[in-house]
Nanobody, 115 residues
Framework: QVQLVESGGGLVQAGGSLRLSCAAS????????VNWYRQAPGKQRELVGL???????RYADSVKGRFTISRDNAKNTVYLQMNSLSPEDTAVYYC?????????WGQGTQVTVSS
């Protein structure tokens, strides 16, 4: 059974940093691309970035230069380091993996950035 569990969200002031974690069970993260999405109130879920199975990363323009995705294969965990946070980054953040045409989402973690 595949399970993704996000953690690390919280309340932070503008300009601050948070590191989110996505821990997996039932799959091997290193063999798959792992995506981070976010959904702000009243808005559609949007892709924040991803890390490929080979370790390459891509980011949305809105977070490029501020967010970094990394992976710890030994812990089967993917991280989203978020720096220089602004109120516009307030959202629920989700990790997502697609394997053999099946989609797996975590439960999400709330990030709130105060001005």
């Amino acid at each position: 059974q595949v399970q993704l569990v996000e953690s690390g969200g919280g309340l932070v002031q503008a300009g601050g940093s948070l590191r989110l974690s996505c821990a997996a069970s039932g799959i091997t993260f290193s063999a798959n691309a792992v995506n981070w999405y976010r959904q702000a109130p009243g808005k559609q879920r949007e892709l924040v970035g991803l890390i490929g199975s080979g370790g390459s990363t891509r980011y949305a323009d809105s977070v490029k230069g501020r967010f970094t995705i990394s992976r710890d294969n030994a812990k089967n965990t993917v991280y989203l380091q978020m720096n220089s946070l602004s109120p516009e980054d307030t959202a629920v953040y989700y990790c997502y993996v697609r394997i053999l045409s099946r989609s797996y989402w975590g439960q999400g973690t709330q990030v709130t950035v105060s001005s």
